[in-house]
């Protein structure tokens, strides 16, 4: 059974980094199958597919435009986890935030696991 | 970006009634393979989201079968045949053939 597990603050100030870690359980962050999606949710945007990362002999990663060139997310294979950075978050960032796998076995099963969500508020 | 609206916004439904919504893409779901990358995800009150139906109209595991899913292309329904009290939530829809993007939910209640 496979479950991902966030850890991160719930609290972040305007200017600086977000931070998150989803580890893995059941499955591998390196599995050729698979693809790690970060997601959030809020009142204003809705869901909101973040990037992923994933590994094809190399690792590769992919961002929404929203977030590109602030957002980084980074495979730990050692932990068996992958993080998310979101750097300059204004309080627009404030936002429920999911980890979730993509699995691909035939046919790809986006996102299906989620972990547990994390709120965080980006306030002084 | 690919655009997904999904109607209605939201549905009042009476146990044991059907159930319908739409969700229409801004560009054809179909890859070159023939493969057509539209899923359902539904979030129920104070829950995360979780995959109700892949591949358009494939179940995933679990998934009760008065829950189905079709289309084709640009156009996708989510059907409950009866609704039960357990299935009140939001619906959405998820295109996968170019970066993700959700549409705009649907909350049915009862």
């Known amino acids: 059974q496979v479950q991902l597990q966030q850890s991160g603050p719930g609290l972040v100030k305007p200017s600086q980094t977000l931070s998150l870690t989803c580890a893995i359980s059941g499955d591998s962050v390196s599995s050729i199958s698979g693809a790690w999606n970060w997601i959030r949710q809020s009142p204003s945007r809705g869901l909101e597919w973040l990037g992923r990362t994933y590994y094809r002999s190399r690792w590769y990663n992919d961002y929404a435009a929203s977030v590109k060139g602030r957002m980084t997310i980074n495979p730990d294979t050692s932990k068996n986890q992958f993080s998310l950075q979101l750097r300059s978050v204004t309080p627009e960032d404030t936002a429920v935030y999911y980890c979730?796998?993509?699995?691909?076995?035939?046919?790809?099963?986006?996102?299906?696991?989620w972990g547990q969500g994390t709120l965080v508020t980006v306030s002084s | 970006d690919i655009v997904l609206t999904q109607t209605p916004l939201s549905l009042s439904v009476t146990p044991g009634q059907p159930a319908s919504i739409s969700c229409k893409s801004s560009q054809s779901l179909v890859d070159s393979d023939g493969k057509t990358h539209l899923y359902w995800y539904l979030q129920k009150p104070g829950q995360t989201p979780h995959l109700l139906i892949y591949?358009?109209?494939n179940r995933f595991s679990g998934v009760p079968d008065r829950f189905s899913g079709s289309g084709s292309g640009t156009d996708f329904t989510l059907k409950i045949s009866r609704v039960e009290a357990e299935d009140v939530g939001v619906y959405y829809c998820l295109q996968g053939i170019q970066l993700p993007t959700f549409g705009g939910g649907t909350k049915v209640e009862i």
């Open positions: 591949a358009v109209s």
């Open positions: 979730a796998r993509d699995h691909y076995s035939s046919v790809w099963y986006r996102n299906d696991y």
